[in-house]
């Protein structure tokens, strides 16, 4: 156990060196794969900046502290500046390697409830979905009152997220969960499997894997809550969590009553990672997002050509998943599974959202979906891929600065859930 403990100190001390230094390329190599394909060394190098120059430049980086507990291990490193600090929060694995990373701006930085939610008008209760070693964690919200109330599943977006889908200062599900709560829908939201067990993981995981247990296990328990009406839950996906969402649907019995899909991506994954990466590349010029725009490349190649197998190597692919999750991927069409379901929807778009765009996911939707009964299509101008608002183009930076889902967004879901009878 020390030694494990001593491994995780070293890999948490050479990480904050080459932060101090800004050695952005030698600090993701001390990332798992995983972590190291979602924040690749110009995003690492941009949430960085942000922060800092936001600050007045760093003064100094602390040592790592580890938590007593806990696999992987939580380490926080306290980040000084000259205008005010804040802590990088990273797990460790006994692999030495780094499972999660976010940026904490600090006491009176973190997440603060939205305006429109009212803490006084919902309860909150942690419940357990499925057993087992991939058991997960979750969060019932309920409307205070006997109901029966109309419900929610909230599914998180690709990676390692937790409930309320953590970056850096923001929670957009927890914003979400508390904002239809007050508006009396109840809302059951989950940590993922790859958030709280990423090293009990089994071979050949996909995203069917990630999803489908934990989200029909919360489907169950809303359904046998006296509160809730079991004619009346519904799923709400954001990003791949909107993508799932209809093939969760079609396995679940009985029927759910209907589908909100939040920036739901439709293009090819794999296409999807060169056009994101191609943009940070405009975005960022400088060699190390030239080099992650050709890699990227050249591995949804491999992913689109006919050589993937079972054993092509991970790190031969985009965002480290394995062939497994790329050939569950490449077999599974979003949009032909939600036209094969008779089901409401509602789909809302970000305009300023550069990784689930309107040209490239949302007009897919339109053409499978989009002359449907029952089917409404949404922009909101403003919003980026969280659906928090703003102006000029969208840039990774903008996950770093404080702020929750429109009022708007919020509304507009907890109208249409409410509108279901």
């Known amino acids: 156990m020390g030694d494990d403990r001593n491994r995780v100190l070293e890999a948490a001390r050479a990480f904050a060196a080459h932060l101090r230094a800004e050695r952005f390329a030698e600090a993701v190599e001390l990332f798992a794969p995983p972590l190291r394909a979602a924040v690749p060394a110009g995003t690492l190098r941009l949430a960085w900046s942000t922060e800092v120059d936001g600050r007045g430049g760093v003064t100094a980086v602390g040592e790592p502290v580890a938590e007593p507990d ?14 005010g600090g804040f802590t990088v929060v990273t797990s460790v694995g006994a692999d030495g390697l780094l499972h999660g990373l976010r940026l904490d701006p600090g006491e009176g930085g973190g997440w603060q409830p939205p305006p429109y939610a009212d803490p006084a008008r919902f309860t909150e209760t942690e419940v357990l979905l499925g057993d087992g070693p991939l058991a997960v964690p979750g969060t019932l919200t309920l409307p205070v009152g006997p109901g029966p109330w109309p419900a929610v599943v909230l599914l998180s977006g690709g990676g390692a997220f937790d409930r309320d889908e953590s970056s850096g200062p923001n929670k957009p599900l927890k914003d979400l969960a508390w904002g239809l709560a007050t508006g009396r829908i109840a809302v059951l939201r989950f940590d993922k499997p790859t958030f709280v067990h990423p090293q009990r993981l089994p071979a050949g995981f996909t995203m069917a894997d990630e999803y489908l247990p934990p989200a029909l296990a919360a489907l169950a328990l809303l359904r046998a809550r006296p509160e809730i009406d079991p004619d009346r839950v519904h799923l709400v996906g954001h990003s791949m969590g909107g993508k799932v969402a209809p093939r969760i649907a079609a396995a679940a019995e009985p029927p759910v009553a209907g589908l909100v899909l939040l920036a739901a991506d439709a293009q090819p994954m794999h296409e999807a990672a060169v056009r994101v990466a191609r943009y940070l590349a405009e975005l960022m010029p400088g060699p190390q997002t030239e080099q992650l725009a ?29 062939a497994a999750y790329w050939l569950d991927l490449r077999g599974y069409d979003q949009v032909a599974t939600a036209a094969g379901l008779a089901l409401p ?53 903008e996950y770093a600065r404080p702020g929750h889902v429109a009022a708007e967004v919020v509304a507009e879901v907890a109208g249409w859930v409410a509108g279901h009878r």
Request: aromatic share 6%; proline share 10%; charged share 20%.
């Open 294 to 322: 050709e890699a990227t490349a050249r591995q949804a190649a491999t992913v689109a050509g006919p050589g993937l197998t079972p054993d092509t190597p991970a790190e031969s692919l985009p965002f480290g998943l394995s």
């Open 345 to 397: 929807m509602l789909i809302l778009q970000g305009g300023r959202d550069y990784q689930v765009t309107v040209e490239d996911d949302l007009t897919r939707w339109r053409h499978g979906l989009g002359d449907r009964p029952g089917v409404t299509v949404r922009i909101h101008p403003e919003a980026d891929h969280l659906f928090f608002p703003g102006s000029g183009p969208a840039t990774p930076a």
């Open 70 to 83: 806990g696999e992987p291990v939580r380490v926080r490193i306290a980040v000084g500046c000259a205008d």
